[in-house]
């Protein structure tokens, strides 16, 4: 079955249960199958459909639309440029036809390149579904708030399970009015609540609206975290506010789906752990440290590019660029990315290590590490900083307090003091911005 066989199937079961909110409106699952349905009419079998991916019901009304007649879902940024649209429109236009089980393509963000179209089939969409199912416990009677991009997999990942299991998804148009996302929480379509953050969000939230958040413990099911790592200190922060809530720190990628949960309000809450594979997905750790993914969920390949695919996906097995290690109770931890890591004279530091600890200080709002030219060491460390208020940077007190978390050679050379810290639609650091 396709994800949205399994929305018409529980139109029947539940037509009148809330499929989707959106703007104060509802929709039933008896609605949104009809919407479905009539809509599909448009499109044609193997039609690669390009659209933006704004934050509306009729988003997943023109997605699943697309699936029912048998075409790829194209879905980009709201905000994407018009030429890019255009030139992405010409490319799949000459575009040999794809396999009948192709669902989606979906378009990276390039933070580490250039953007690629990754090929996601409806096999992938159902085993990422029930991984969520069985990984983080979604219901029947959960209420999910969707804020985040939908062209994304962070996002756009969470209709699966919902439509699935006959829940409910309220679509938010992001977190610029937090009153909304409350009033949200405050819904009584649904007993329990559920959200995914991304870490920027997580900051903001822990910054500006910490005590609104804790009168949410009871009533928060679970939220789960992705696309970048998630501070130690924001994590065990999290922990002390919502003490009854599920908290998920997940590993997951447009090309691989969603491999691994941790729920780190379990008492350790363990830095950089990204717990065990879930039922769909398999991990190993190469020899070069480099984590590798099988099983269900993983993409088809690269949209027109066999040459990058086979760089990437061999023998049923993603090789991604992300260095990680595997415990004695098969629990994954990630170290980083290889691009990422910075060669300060023959020492090897993760840049996550360093904003991780420097995320930990008071002052400290928001960070990114980045690599900058050294005469002696070929590369030195460089942290730029907001600060909380925008207070002035005393940049020998972080120094002083960060080499005591920190090995000498990790602890970085030179601060500035910046008004924000570049960061992609999705909320991941930008490190491509600020590569020279």
């Keep these: 079955m396709r994800i949205v066989d399994f929305l018409h199937q529980n139109a029947h079961r539940y037509p009148d249960k809330p499929a989707v909110v959106c703007s104060d409106k509802v929709t039933t699952y008896a609605d949104l199958s009809q919407q479905v349905h009539k809509r599909a009419a448009q499109y044609r079998k193997g039609q690669m459909v390009v659209f933006r991916a704004r934050q509306r019901t009729d988003f997943l009304v023109n997605y699943l639309a697309i699936h029912e007649a048998g075409a790829v879902a194209v879905p980009l940024e709201h905000s994407t440029p018009d030429k890019v649209v255009a030139s992405i429109k010409r490319q799949l236009a000459v575009t ?22 990754v090929i996601i089939s409806h096999h992938a969409i159902v085993a990422n579904a029930e991984n969520l199912i069985e990984g983080q416990g979604f219901t029947h009677d959960l209420l999910f708030v969707i804020h985040g991009p939908l062209n994304h997999i962070g996002s756009l990942s969470k209709f699966y399970p919902l439509l699935m299991l006959g829940a409910t998804a309220c679509i938010l148009d992001g977190l610029r009015d937090m009153n909304a996302f409350f009033q949200a929480l405050d819904s009584d379509v649904a007993i329990k609540k559920a959200t995914f953050f991304v870490p920027a969000t997580i900051r903001m939230l822990l910054q500006l609206d910490a005590d609104r958040l ?91 590019d066999p040459q990058l695919t086979a760089t990437v996906l061999r023998d049923g097995t993603v090789y991604t660029t992300d260095l990680g290690m595997l415990d004695t109770e098969g629990m994954l931890h ?28 008071p002052e400290v709002e928001d960070c990114i590490c980045i690599a900058v030219s050294h005469p002696i060491t070929g590369q030195a460390l460089k942290l730029l900083v907001v600060t909380a208020n925008h207070a002035p940077l005393d940049k020998r007190l972080l120094a002083r307090r960060l080499s005591i978390q920190l090995e000498a050679f990790k602890v970085p050379m030179l601060y500035q003091q910046v008004d924000k810290v570049e960061r992609t639609y999705n909320g991941k650091l930008n490190r491509k911005f600020y590569q020279s």
């Design 96 to 117: 040999h036809p794809l396999t009948p089980d192709c669902a989606d393509i979906l378009y990276t963000t390039g933070t580490t390149g250039r953007s690629k179209g």
């Design 214 to 304: 804790a009168q949410y413990a009871d009533r928060l099911d679970f939220i789960e975290s992705g696309a970048a790592p998630l501070p130690h200190a924001d994590m065990l922060r999290l922990c002390q506010l919502l003490p009854h809530t599920r908290l998920y720190n997940t590993y997951a990628s447009t090309e691989t789906g969603i491999i691994a949960t941790y729920n780190y309000n379990d008492g350790q809450c363990i830095a950089g752990c990204l717990g065990r594979p879930m039922r769909h997905s398999r991990v190993m750790i190469t020899d070069d440290g480099h984590i590798a993914c099988q099983g269900d969920t993983l993409m088809s390949g690269y949209i027109d």
């Design 334 to 361: 990630i170290k980083g990315r290889e691009s990422d890591v910075i060669n300060v004279g023959g020492y090897k530091v993760a840049p996550t290590e360093v904003e991780d600890a420097a995320m930990a200080q």
